[in-house]
């Protein structure tokens, strides 16, 4: 079983009910990133910002822009590949939502596509 540094924050909660659910932590994988616009001119505006995030060298490798499946506005998601650990999560959970949140967004957590 995995060890997370503080097993008490929601990245270590969400990385410990992957590693229950049998998903392979110690391999890359494509780790989405959320956020939400009430316009979809805002959405558009964060692009650039968000296609210049860098963590560690690491650029998001796909960024795009859609309706949500439910409720008004727009969502971005940005994808990024890495190896699903605490503290780059983390920093890459900080960075994204300190670039949307700065362009009248609201930062909606990460996932992984099953």
């Known amino acids: ?30 780790i989405d990133f959320f956020a939400a616009f009430e316009f979809k001119e805002q959405a558009e505006k964060a692009l650039p910002q968000v296609k210049t995030l860098s963590v560690n ?35 890459w959970d900080q960075a994204f939502t300190d670039c949307v949140e700065n362009l009248k967004g609201y930062s909606d957590g990460w996932g992984i596509a099953l």
């Open 1 to 30: 079983m995995f060890q997370f540094q503080t097993p008490d924050d929601q990245t270590s909660l969400i990385l410990a009910e992957m590693a229950a659910e049998g998903i392979d932590l110690t391999q890359a994988m494509q």
């Open 57 to 91: 060298g690491v650029s998001f490798e796909n960024i795009k822009i859609q309706k949500p499946e439910a409720g008004g506005g727009v969502e971005l998601i940005a994808s990024v590949t890495l190896v699903p650990e605490q503290p780059i999560l983390d920093e």
